[in-house]
């Protein structure tokens, strides 16, 4: 008798390796990753990576670029599973569950998720569970792609300033990436925002319903924007001036920076420092929170940009021209990442 035939999905199970994950699609042996090199970002084919215990590989469909990509270089990295990943930027990631490590039991093959993970510009990237968010149904894997630095960024500096209905929100870079989430989030929340971006980007911010522009580089800022109830900064170097800007008893939340201690104590306003997640919140939980934002309809990721994955470097040169507004993504998966 010659060998019994398997259905497909089947077969796809029954190629999981022993011990290491509970269920599979199916990952190559190699796959496609941008390399950070010493003079270049290039791509090349790797090992692709798999799940240690408690963690998940995804099958990468879109990556969001983010600043930190320049600002922080890529490492080659040993894995708890023995493989050792290349030294591959990125760090947002929307694609699907291709298989789970021993102790995984909330996530299966084939769920559609969004992460925060090393390694991001790659057909596979591999997270612990705990990081992991459900994508959002009403978003393409395209727009959830721009979700996890950005979107949490933004969403915790308004979770940050205790936003009351009705309130006066200045956001600082309002046009950029985690700026135009915190228009969103602080929307959702209900305060009347007053923006401050390049006047370039004023067109494309009354479209997000924004009530007030200031034009950084054209108008007198401290003159347009002072007694707000918080200040949103997302802008490098401007922290001081927005501590300014704000009223008494209010807030300056930021993601680039805050003043010194005793001037926020003598302008009597409560500073508050996001590194990377709602303040008291995980990473994962963030997200989550976010996800479930997505979800209700509240935020929709603004996406003005793609690239291919093998011009990586090209959409990052075009980020940090200071031109972007929204989100840049690459594309890893065409066939896959307009679908919802
Ligand atoms: N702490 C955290 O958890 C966290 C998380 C995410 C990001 N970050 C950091 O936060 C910063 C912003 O990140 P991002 O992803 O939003 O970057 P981004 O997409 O480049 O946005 C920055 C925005 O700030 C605007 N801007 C620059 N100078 C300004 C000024 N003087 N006044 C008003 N707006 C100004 C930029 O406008 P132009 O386009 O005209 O330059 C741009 O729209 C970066 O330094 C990033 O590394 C921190």
Redesign the pocket.
Known sequence: MGAMRMPLPLMALAVVSAGVAQSALCAPEKMDAIVQTATAMQLQSVDTPKPGANQILIKVYAAGV???DW?RRPTQTTLPSGSVLAPIPGYDVAGVVDSVGTGVTNWKAGDAVVSRVTGAFAQYAVVNAEEVAPKPRRLTFEQAGAMP??GV?GF?LAEGANIQPGQRVAI??A?????SVAVDAAHAKGAKIIA???SS?HSWLKEQRVEELVA?DKDNVAARIHGVDAALN???G?ADAALGYVKRGGYLVS??GLPTADKCTAAGVTCVQ???TVPGKTQGESLRMLSRLAEDGKYTPRITKTYPLAEAAAAQQF?RT????GKIVLIVDPAKSKAH
């Open positions: 983010n600043p930190v600002k630095i950005a960024a915790a600082i870079g046009a950029g990436g985690a700026g401050s971006a390049h980007q950084y997302t802008a490098d401007q993601i680039s996001i590194r990377g980020a200071g031109d972007s507004m």
